[in-house]
């Protein structure tokens, strides 16, 4: 595996999602391919985590009128608000989750390039696993709110 600094100075998740999806194709063989691909960067407890919530049918895409998505992902403990495509000038958080692993080993330790939910979140919906739900606007937006601290 590459030392997280060096992951992180020179990798962008969004770039090693785009590897595995070109890798990953209709057959075992090309998801395996995918797999290693995830695995030279991210520790294999965390890809074999997103594997099983999405087995598990865990993450839930909502999809407002406008064609807006918002990600929920079933954790172990709890539901996280998962953020996987933020537009974003920083070259290394591309994504955010509401869980407390995202917040102390991504942002604050850097220890690792994302959590499980994100991670989850990216593969369901590349590989159409999502739980689709659509949702009426003012719901949609109460719902983003609701992942927004108030002052």
């Not at 992180?8 to 785009?18: C, D, I, W």
């Not at 997103?50 to 064609?67: E, F, H």
């Not at 009426?136 to 992942?147: S, T, V």
């Amino acid at each position: 595996m590459i030392p997280i600094e060096t992951a992180q100075s020179q990798l962008h998740l969004r770039h090693v999602l785009q590897a595995f999806t070109q890798a990953f194709g209709s057959n075992e063989d090309s998801f395996e391919e995918g797999i290693e691909i995830l695995r030279a960067i991210l520790p294999d407890a965390t890809i074999v985590a997103a594997l099983d919530i999405i087995d598990r049918d865990g993450v839930v895409k909502y999809r407002s009128s406008w064609g807006r998505h918002h990600y929920e992902v079933l954790g172990a403990t709890s539901t996280y608000a998962v953020f996987p495509h933020l537009d974003t000038a920083s070259a290394v958080i591309s994504s955010y989750c509401t869980c407390p692993s995202f917040a102390y080993a991504v942002l604050i330790s850097e220890s690792h390039l994302t959590c499980k939910h994100v991670l989850a979140a990216c593969l369901a919906d590349k590989m159409s696993r999502c739980v689709l739900r659509p949702i009426e606007d003012d719901a949609f937006l109460l719902k983003i709110m609701g992942h927004i601290p108030l002052p």
